[in-house]
């Protein structure tokens, strides 16, 4: 009787869930003892997070098509704070799913791809006709070229380091090129350069130059306290004049890789016709090319030696 009745529990049940508007997500996880499980849900904390960062990028197109372009830009920044977080307190929390590895990535598209480009187009890019809204499209599409190379490569990349400009950066680089200039007169000359700049953060998205993820900092280790310092110093430029130091800023980083990159090509040039240095019998330094001749000699010798 009772296993009539629990198999009739769970047929409604059954039916129930088949009559809700909206499925319920399930996906498979890997759980403690390393075997596959079926979990049903998702983890709010840092899906709300991401919430946030998509809510902040959506607002920031909207307000930038109402023209207040100061508010777009703040709040392309405030996306970049939450998106920021919700990954860490993800792992913190260990509540990791693929779910929220997707919807991160979607909601980056939005706050760091669509936002800043509209938000761009808006301000400065409009006047400059099929070349402005050339140069957003453009920005936007290696946005999204970014993310998904990023999400194919997330397993096999050192975690350490990016590959191109990461896609916040250069969000942060276009909503603070607005916001410094929020308030001026755009005109030709201001358009051709908000469309160089555009063009450049996003071609260097789809670049192979390495930039420095800050992933290995152990927030819950111990720092030297001069670390402290500099932070408090960082917070302190940063209220003089926020635009322009947050300008400032990304674009020191993005300056990075490529200096980076230059420095590594020429200490690979310079090892690599860098002479080899040999010593003689005498303890003299002999010069790769009397190295081989000397070498040669040798040879020459030991073959006289063999027909003898």
Same mark, same amino acid.
Request: charged share 20%; net charge negative; hydrophobic share 50%.
């Given at each position: 009787?009772?296993?009539?009745k629990?198999?009739?529990?769970?047929?409604?049940?059954?039916?129930?869930?088949? %009559?809700?508007?909206?499925?319920?997500?399930v996906?498979?996880?890997v759980?403690?003892?390393?075997?596959?499980?079926?979990?049903?849900?998702?983890?709010?904390?840092?899906?709300?997070?991401?919430?946030?960062?998509l809510?902040?990028?959506f @607002?920031?197109? +909207?307000?930038g098509?109402?023209?207040?372009?100061?508010?777009?830009?703040?709040?392309?920044?405030?996306?970049?704070?939450?998106?920021?977080?919700?990954g860490?307190v993800a %792992?913190?929390?260990?509540?990791?799913?693929?779910?929220?590895?997707?919807?991160?990535?979607?909601?980056?598209?939005?706050?760091?791809?669509?936002? *800043?480009?509209l938000?761009?187009?808006?301000?400065?890019?409009?006047?400059?006709g099929?070349?402005?809204?050339?140069?957003?499209?453009?920005?936007a599409?290696?946005?999204?070229?970014? !993310?998904?190379?990023?999400?194919?490569?997330?397993?096999?990349?050192?975690?350490?380091?990016?590959?191109? !400009?990461?896609? *916040?950066?250069?969000?942060?680089?276009?909503?603070?090129? +607005?916001?410094?200039?929020?308030?001026?007169?755009?005109?030709?000359?201001?358009?051709?350069?908000?469309?160089?700049?555009?063009?450049?953060?996003? !071609?260097?998205? +789809?670049?192979?130059?390495?930039?420095?993820?800050?992933?290995?900092?152990?927030?819950?280790?111990?720092? *030297?306290?001069?670390?402290?310092?500099?932070?408090?110093?960082v917070f302190?430029l940063?209220?003089? &004049?926020?635009p322009?130091?947050?300008?400032?800023?990304?674009?020191? @980083?993005?300056?990075?890789?490529?200096?980076?990159?230059?420095?590594?090509?020429?200490?690979?040039?310079?090892?690599?016709?860098a002479?080899?240095?040999?010593?003689?019998?005498?303890?003299?330094?002999?010069?790769?090319?009397?190295?081989?001749?000397?070498?040669?000699?040798?040879?020459?010798?030991?073959?006289?030696? &063999?027909?003898?």
């Amino acid at each position: 009787m009772s296993e009539k009745k629990g198999a009739r529990t769970e047929s409604l049940r059954t039916e129930e869930e088949i %009559r809700l508007p909206v499925d319920e997500h399930v996906e498979e996880e890997v759980s403690a003892s390393g075997k596959k499980v079926r979990a049903k849900g998702v983890y709010l904390l840092p899906n709300l997070i991401t919430t946030g960062a998509l809510f902040s990028g959506f @607002y920031a197109i +909207v307000a930038g098509m109402g023209g207040n372009f100061e508010a777009s830009a703040i709040a392309i920044f405030a996306a970049m704070i939450l998106d920021g977080l919700d990954g860490r307190v993800a %792992r913190l929390t260990d509540t990791q799913s693929a779910f929220g590895v997707q919807f991160d990535s979607l909601s980056d598209m939005v706050s760091f791809g669509l936002a *800043p480009a509209l938000v761009v187009f808006s301000w400065g890019l409009g006047p400059l006709g099929k070349l402005g809204w050339a140069a957003a499209f453009l920005y936007a599409a290696c946005a999204a070229l970014r !993310l998904a190379r990023f999400n194919t490569q997330v397993d096999t990349v050192d975690k350490g380091v990016f590959i191109g !400009l990461a896609s *916040p950066t250069a969000a942060a680089i276009v909503a603070s090129m +607005v916001w410094a200039g929020h308030d001026a007169e755009v005109g030709t000359g201001l358009g051709i350069v908000a469309a160089l700049v555009t063009v450049a953060a996003g !071609l260097l998205m +789809v670049s192979n130059f390495r930039y420095t993820s800050f992933k290995k900092l152990d927030f819950k280790g111990r720092v *030297p306290f001069v670390m402290m310092l500099a932070i408090i110093l960082v917070f302190s430029l940063v209220t003089i &004049d926020p635009p322009r130091v947050l300008l400032v800023i990304a674009i020191l @980083y993005t300056f990075s890789g490529p200096a980076m990159w230059a420095w590594a090509a020429l200490r690979g040039r310079q090892q690599a016709v860098a002479p080899v240095d040999v010593t003689d019998e005498t303890g003299g330094p002999v010069s790769k090319d009397e190295s081989v001749l000397d070498d040669t000699v040798a040879q020459s010798s030991d073959e006289k030696t &063999d027909r003898k």
